[in-house]
C-alpha cells in the first residue's frame, strides 16, 4: 500500500493565482482531511470529508474550497492566493472518524510569491 | 475556547534520563486525545491515542481530566526518540483536530 498520496510535492505560484492540491487516501479509507502548517506551527484544520459529504471546516476563508470524489480521493482547491497562504498543506485519511487517527502524506509545499 | 498548549518547544535530555513531554487543553465536554510524531524527513505518524490505553515504543500517556493534561511520558529516552511531538485534541461530535505548537525532543547522547 502506497499510504497516502499528495501531488504535487511542491509548488509555485504567483499571488491572485489559483492553486489545486490533490490527494489519494489510503484504500479502502473513506475520510479525507485537509490541514494547512505553517512554519512553526501545529497543523490547522482546514476541511474534512466522509463519503463525499463535507462533514467539518475550519475557520478559513471561502478562498478555500475542496472537494471529495467517488473514489475517495479529494482536491484542495485556494482561489486568490495571497502571500500567507504559503504553507505545508497536509493530507489525512481514516476508516472513518478521527477516533481511530489518521494517516498523513508528506504534504503539499506551497510557496506564494 | 478550544486549545492545546504545549509549553516547551524544544526539549534536551540524555539517554536513559526519564522525558515528560507537556501537554494541556481546554475543552469544556470530554475530549478525544492523541499525541503525533514526527520525525526527521518523516511524515506525521500517529503514536498513541488515549482512548486505547496502550503503549508504544515505551511512550505513554495519561488523561487527567482535573488538570486537563495528556502528557506523554517514557522512563528511559533513546536517541531515535528524537523527533517533533504534537498533542491534538478532537472535541466530540466533531471531525477535526486541534494540534498544539509541537515540542521538539532531543536526546542527547
Known amino acids: 500500500d502506497a499510504g497516502v498520496t499528495q501531488s504535487p510535492t511542491h509548488l509555485i505560484k504567483t499571488r491572485g493565482q489559483h492553486v489545486t492540491l490533490r490527494c489519494s487516501p489510503i484504500?479502502?479509507?473513506?475520510?479525507v482531511s485537509w490541514y494547512q502548517q505553517v512554519l512553526g506551527q501545529g497543523p490547522q484544520f482546514i476541511f474534512q470529508?466522509?463519503?463525499?459529504?463535507?462533514?467539518g471546516r475550519g475557520n478559513f476563508p471561502d478562498r478555500f474550497s475542496a472537494r471529495q470524489f467517488p473514489n475517495y480521493s479529494s482536491e484542495l482547491n485556494v482561489n486568490a492566493l495571497l502571500l500567507g497562504d504559503s504553507a505545508l498543506y497536509l493530507c489525512?485519511?481514516?476508516?472513518?472518524?478521527?477516533?481511530?487517527?489518521?494517516?498523513f502524506g508528506s504534504g503539499t509545499r506551497l510557496t506564494v510569491v | 475556547a478550544q486549545r492545546v498548549t504545549q509549553p516547551e518547544k524544544l526539549l534536551s535530555v540524555f539517554k536513559g534520563a526519564p522525558v515528560e513531554l507537556k501537554c494541556n487543553y481546554s475543552y469544556s465536554g470530554s475530549p478525544e486525545l492523541f499525541w503525533y510524531v514526527q520525525y526527521s524527513r518523516q511524515r506525521l505518524q500517529l503514536l498513541l491515542r488515549?482512548?486505547s490505553r496502550e503503549s508504544i515504543k515505551g511512550f505513554t500517556a495519561d488523561l487527567n481530566k482535573g488538570e486537563t493534561s495528556f502528557h506523554l511520558k517514557k522512563p528511559f529516552a533513546q536517541e531515535e526518540d528524537s523527533a517533533m511531538y504534537y498533542c491534538?485534541?478532537?472535541?466530540?461530535?466533531?471531525?477535526?483536530?486541534?494540534f498544539g505548537t509541537g515540542t521538539r525532543l532531543k536526546v542527547l547522547a
Open positions: 489525512a485519511s481514516s476508516l472513518r472518524t478521527s477516533t481511530y487517527g489518521y494517516t
Open positions: 484504500s479502502g479509507h473513506k475520510s
Open positions: 491534538a485534541l478532537t472535541p466530540s461530535g466533531t471531525y477535526k483536530y486541534i
Open positions: 488515549h482512548i
Open positions: 470529508y466522509y463519503e463525499k459529504e463535507e462533514r
